[in-house]
């Protein structure tokens, strides 16, 4: 209840202070329509004592505020500064009424706009002395234009008005200021959960060890991959790669060296593939490539340059030559499903161990 009142710029309550400064300026405009029909028409009651030149510049005088209120950088302000604008409209007010008659002038009611806004605008505490300054003011005549019956008549009819239109004006504003809140902590709770679950859904698709996606992403990707293929009448090729002798290293080097391999086989493929391939880990020390829109022979370049950096990197930074061996299947020849074509990519991998590995195998192929 107590955020839409800060005195200090808030982003949670500016939008409703936007709106609320937009209000103001509509009733300074209402008070400056009616003003100027007083001052320059016959709606004025016969024998009104209306000053018109001193009505007239009021007007323009308001219009200058309203202009101030658009232009004013209020953001970079306490929300309290208002407060200003809302005095300055108790005071063209009082000088409305004394350029049209004092206790006779037809804008008394006007002194009801600065009730409206202080009681919307700020919090009871700050409204208390806008609301009790406009009493006070609205006696002014009394100085100028001494009636005691009048005076009585107002303090009796028109402060128990200010004070409970202040009173329900605040109540309403209060109340709309939390629903908005309410509401935009109820957008920010449905953004953060949307946040949350795609980011379980990316985990669940995602391999924490090396980053790639994981073998059901790669499934999805390959039914979209056949998909696009049919229509166009095009070939891809998968690949599935296995570290050579991945239980030795990590029996001799440990662990610690065996994810560093994976890793270091992973960001090979990763930066070798082109934006419309796709590279997986399928589980353990086995990765899935697709190359899309590739035939068979297009595979042989990019097995050579994943194997000699994944050569030099492990010699390098592990101090041993790690190598791998890789499977090929074709679409639409080898297999035209997801699963068959992983089957028949992982059949020519063993293909590739049983004849010497760190080599590529498929029928079509002679490459080592």
């Not at 710029?9 to 009616?34: H, K, N, Q, T, Y």
């Not at 997986?280 to 899309?292: D, K, M, P």
């Amino acid at each position: 209840m107590r955020a839409p009142h800060l005195d200090k710029p808030s982003e949670d309550i500016l939008p409703f202070d936007d709106r609320l400064r937009r209000i103001s300026v509509a009733l300074f405009a209402a008070g400056m329509v009616v003003v100027l029909l007083v001052a320059n028409t016959g709606l004025a009651r016969a024998g009104y004592p209306v000053q018109r030149a001193g009505l007239n510049w009021l007007v323009a005088a308001a219009g200058i505020s309203i202009v101030g209120i658009l232009i004013f950088p209020w953001r970079r302000y306490p929300r309290n500064v208002f407060l200003v604008v809302v005095l300055e409209c108790m005071c063209l007010i009082a000088l409305a009424v004394y350029f049209s008659g004092g206790w006779q002038s037809p804008f008394f009611p006007l002194y009801f706009f600065v009730v409206v806004f202080a009681g919307i605008y700020h919090p009871p505490r700050v409204a208390t002395v806008p609301v009790l300054l406009t009493a006070l003011v609205s006696l002014s005549p009394q100085l100028y234009d001494p009636d005691t019956v009048r005076m009585v008549e107002h303090v009796m009819v028109n402060f128990p008005s200010y004070l409970a239109l202040a009173f329900v004006c605040g109540y309403m504003a209060r109340e709309t200021g939390r629903r908005e809140r309410q509401r935009a902590e109820s957008a920010r709770e449905l953004e953060e959960a949307r946040e949350l679950s795609e980011r379980f859904r990316r985990e669940a698709l995602t391999d924490h060890l090396t980053g790639l996606p994981n073998r059901h992403h790669f499934q999805a990707r390959l039914l979209e991959e056949i998909a696009r293929a049919r229509r166009r009448g095009e070939a891809f090729t998968v690949l599935f790669v296995d570290v050579d002798d991945f239980k030795s290293i990590n029996d001799a080097h440990g662990h610690a060296s065996g994810d560093e391999v994976l890793k270091i086989l992973a960001d090979a493929l990763r930066r070798s593939i082109r934006a419309e391939d796709s590279v997986a880990r399928h589980g353990g020390e086995e990765f899935t490539v697709l190359l899309s829109g590739a035939p068979i022979p297009g595979a042989q370049g990019f097995f050579r340059r994943v194997k000699e950096e994944v050569a030099r990197r492990t010699e390098r930074d592990l101090g041993f030559r790690v190598s791998f061996s890789a499977g090929a299947a074709g679409f639409p020849n080898d297999a035209g499903d997801p699963e068959s074509l992983i089957e028949a990519a992982d059949f020519a991998m063993y293909q590739a161990k049983r004849l010497g590995k760190d080599s590529l195998f498929h029928p079509a192929l002679r490459s080592g």
